[in-house]
């Protein structure tokens, strides 16, 4: 039996990298649908009063991309729509590069409310296979890395 939901968000087909594994590629000519976030976001919170009402024990919203950083607007409005559902977790699987959208994170008003419950998976391959992939941004999600662990 099934214990967990998930819902995987792809926040924006955009990236800020050219990675020769990534099928995304460097993308930056998408633009956002309002309507459709609109919507997702309805779903999204018609999902969380649902599962109250379920035998599951897991809710997790999944972010992806592209890089999700990149549409951290639609990302903080699902958040604090969200944040409420103490059942509700979080997964973000990003590229580690935006640290400036970082920063904005921890400082919403409700991260510390979430800050638990939000898991950030940073895309790393080290030395030197980040540096040939992606060209050298391997201090930046170092740097990240670090902001994030000191901000918990």
């Given amino acids: 039996m099934l214990d967990s939901i998930f819902i995987e968000i792809t926040l ?20 956002r649908n309002l309507e459709i976030e609109n919507r997702q976001l309805f779903l999204i919170k018609k999902a969380c009063e649902d599962f109250k009402n379920t035998k599951y024990k897991n809710f997790t919203v999944s972010f992806w991309g592209g890089e999700p950083f990149l549409n951290t607007e ?16 979080y997964h973000c699987y990003s590229n580690g590069i935006l640290i400036d959208e970082y920063r ?9 409310a979430i800050k638990e419950r939000f898991h950030i998976q940073l895309s790393y391959d080290g030395e030197p296979h980040h540096t040939l992939k992606r060209g050298n941004n391997s201090n930046q999600v170092l740097d990240t890395a670090r902001f994030l662990s000191k901000n918990n």
């Fill in 12 to 31: 924006t087909d955009n990236c800020n990298c050219n990675c020769a594994y990534c099928f995304e590629g460097n993308k930056v000519h998408k633009s």
């Fill in 74 to 89: 639609f990302m903080f409005k699902i958040l604090s729509e969200t944040y409420k559902y103490d059942f509700v977790r």
């Fill in 104 to 112: 904005k994170m921890v400082s919403l008003d409700f991260f510390d």
